[in-house]
């Protein structure tokens, strides 16, 4: 029997020659197991356009399907379709469509397109070449007001052509399972893909949580506090944790696993692992 689930592995844009070299063995690690795709983040504002598509067609290159992430940022429409065109000739095909993040100092002087919008313009500029990922925020977008509107939004993406979801990551089962709900009632049927977030330090985890809205679950944080001068039983905990989550996942229906790696391959491999896939 064929496993119809998708795998993913996501990296972010390196910034200097040696991240670059870290990420290309990170992938070859990885890419033993076969993922479907691996994606590459696009820094806020687009700040790591030229590190994502280089890294996005070194890693084409090697036989992988890579999924560059892409947003308006700063740029011009004219920049955002000549780098379309560019994918394109390539081979390039699946995007993770974005609005992206304002770069920090910018303030309010930078114009932010919508999500919805750069899926209109990838659909109007390529037709059905690319297959577009958009994402899903399972606990709420920080700046939404409400569930309903954050449903309302994430179709809107949807009705714009989008194909598939990825999530924020989340470490409570029950936001993925009732925003999925939420979207069926909706008419969205599109897979949604749980975003999963490996957890090997508890400052990191704490601070990246706080900024993009993703809620740690209280005896979880308290136990990682508790293991912070201890992080090789933290990892071991942070392991189990996750593995648990994905288990649980997966056995509610979930159609596959996105791992944001944060470049390294071990975390992502000891989960994998556990679960046996």
Same mark, same amino acid.
């Given at each position: 029997?064929?496993?119809?689930?998708?795998?993913?592995?996501?990296?972010?844009?390196?910034?200097? $020659?040696?991240?670059?070299?870290?990420?290309?063995?990170?992938? /070859?690690?990885?890419?033993?197991?076969?993922?479907?795709?691996?994606?590459?983040?696009?820094?806020?504002?687009?700040?790591?356009? /030229?590190?994502?598509?280089?890294?996005?067609?070194?890693? !084409?290159?090697?036989?992988? #399907?890579?999924?560059?992430?892409?947003?308006?940022?700063?740029?011009?429409?004219?920049?955002? $379709?000549?780098?379309?065109?560019?994918?394109?000739?390539?081979?390039?095909?699946?995007? #993770?469509?974005?609005?992206?993040?304002?770069?920090?100092?910018?303030?309010?002087?930078? %114009?932010? *397109?919508?999500?919805? $919008?750069?899926?209109?313009? &990838?659909?109007?500029?390529?037709?059905?070449?690319?297959?577009?990922?958009?994402?899903?925020?399972?606990? &709420?977008?920080?700046?939404?007001?409400?569930?309903?509107?954050?449903?309302? =939004? *994430?179709?809107?993406? #949807?009705? !714009?052509?989008?194909?598939?979801? @990825?999530?924020?990551?989340?470490?409570? !089962?029950?936001?993925?399972?009732?925003?999925?709900?939420? +979207?069926?009632?909706?008419?969205?049927?599109?897979? &949604?893909?749980?975003?999963?977030?490996? &957890?090997?330090? =508890?400052?990191? @985890? %704490?601070?990246?949580?706080?900024? +993009?809205?993703?809620? @740690?679950?209280?005896?979880?944080?308290?136990?990682?506090?508790? =293991?912070?001068?201890?992080?090789?039983?933290? %990892?071991?905990?942070?392991?189990?944790? #996750?593995?648990?989550? +994905?288990?649980?996942?997966?056995?509610?229906?979930?159609?596959?696993?996105?791992?944001?790696?944060?470049?390294?391959?071990?975390?992502?491999?000891?989960?994998?692992?556990?679960?046996?896939?």
């Amino acid at each position: 029997m064929t496993d119809t689930r998708l795998f993913s592995f996501e990296f972010s844009a390196p910034k200097t $020659e040696d991240a670059v070299t870290k990420v290309k063995q990170v992938h /070859d690690r990885l890419a033993e197991l076969s993922p479907h795709f691996f994606s590459v983040t696009y820094g806020a504002g687009g700040s790591t356009k /030229d590190g994502t598509k280089q890294t996005v067609l070194d890693l !084409a290159a090697t036989g992988s #399907v890579v999924a560059p992430h892409l947003s308006f940022g700063g740029d011009e429409p004219e920049v955002i $379709e000549a780098l379309l065109r560019e994918y394109q000739s390539a081979g390039i095909n699946r995007l #993770v469509a974005l609005r992206g993040d304002r770069p920090s100092g910018i303030g309010s002087s930078m %114009k932010m *397109f919508h999500a919805n $919008e750069l899926v209109g313009f &990838i659909r109007q500029l390529t037709g059905d070449h690319f297959h577009i990922d958009i994402a899903a925020y399972p606990e &709420i977008h920080p700046e939404s007001d409400s569930v309903e509107t954050e449903v309302k =939004y *994430f179709k809107q993406k #949807v009705d !714009a052509g989008a194909n598939s979801a @990825i999530t924020q990551y989340f470490y409570n !089962a029950d936001a993925y399972f009732r925003f999925r709900d939420l +979207c069926d009632k909706a008419g969205i049927k599109i897979p &949604i893909v749980p975003g999963i977030m490996p &957890i090997t330090n =508890y400052k990191g @985890i %704490k601070r990246f949580s706080d900024l +993009c809205g993703a809620e @740690i679950p209280r005896w979880i944080d308290k136990q990682l506090q508790a =293991y912070e001068a201890e992080p090789d039983t933290l %990892k071991a905990f942070g392991a189990e944790v #996750v593995t648990d989550l +994905c288990e649980r996942l997966l056995e509610g229906g979930a159609p596959g696993l996105h791992f944001y790696t944060m470049n390294q391959s071990l975390p992502t491999l000891k989960i994998w692992n556990n679960l046996g896939l």
